[in-house]
């Protein structure tokens, strides 16, 4: 029997193997062209990037502080590189399996762009050291600062907390180092009722704050009352002057010290008096001409004390003249004239502005002012 078609499949054979050449070549040299003008480049991702933790155990809180970031050398297109931003990346740290102890982890990267190559990452592995949980309900201690700093006749009431106890939360060896969590807050100047929300800090037996532990809730509302005592009052301190300085003069101010002062006494005095005292009797300024300091005695309802024991305020009264202004006209004479000169002035008299004290000016004598030119030389 004769063979058929067999010059025909020969050539159809070298057709399809011809054409799959030509692609080929084809192939490489669009790859060749495309990598000349995007070439490959390695260096560093010029970002650090966060490491996630991922599959933590349950029941298991970390001990030490592990690297949470890596550095990435990569290699990649210049148009990749273009393009790349850290969340091209997915970074990761798996803790499954893990138990308590210190174990090493290997970090994990994988990029979105597939023509990426991750060539190194620094660290490629991080140490994880891990210690069962434990909580514990700790009582919240409230301390007041500067106590003696309230202002006299002030009294403040025992801080109350709510809530009184917190939930310390962490690795056991953490939390079997806290003694204490306590707030803290200042009384200085405080005159009034205070509500505070503050941040307890959990203590060692040091007085250290104790870090990695967590505390539940973060924050408690601390109020503090602070009343003044009936028997205690501040108040205002004036004195009173009689008579007027001499003539030109008048009282420019009147300065008590202490201006205010706490005084103590019977609660229901206290009540009835006025927010302001005055002295005994008061300074005569009659024909003074100059600041005048005297000390006074207070003048208070019986039984009534100043809370500092004193018993007097100095008083200062200040004095100053009245200012005041002047014009006189005033003849120039000439002095001093050269031998074989014969002077000329091209102005008679001079206009002379005085300013001082009023009263001096007053009794000022004009005729004794005089005005010259010196032609000497």
Known sequence: MAKTGGPTRNRLIDAIGTAVLSLALAVIVWVNAIYQVDKPREDWYPELLNIQFINVPAGLALRNDPQDYVKLRLKAFAS????????????TADWGNLTEGTHPVPVKVTCSDRTVTIVSTQPETIY???ERTIRAAVEVTAIPQDYDK????YVVSAPDIAPRFVTVEGPFSLVEQVQSVVVSFSLADRRNALQLQLEPQPLDAEGEVVRGVRLTPASVAVNVDVEQKLNYREVA??????GQPARGYYVSSVEVAPATITVVG?????AEMSGLVSTLGDIDVTGETRMLVKRLPLDLPPGVTPEDGSTDVLVTVGIDA???GMTVQVPLQIR??????????SVPSVDVYLTGPAVLLDELQVDLLQAYVDLSG
């Open 322 to 324: 009245i200012m005041s």
């Open 150 to 153: 309230v202002p006299p006749g």
């Open 336 to 345: 001093s004239v050269p031998e074989g000169l014969q002077p000329v002035l």
């Open 237 to 242: 301190v004036r004195s009173a002057i009689s």
């Open 266 to 270: 019977p609660p229901a005095t206290i």
């Open 128 to 130: 994880v050291q891990l």
């Open 80 to 91: 990749s590189w273009e393009t790349l931003t850290s969340s091209s990346f997915h970074v």
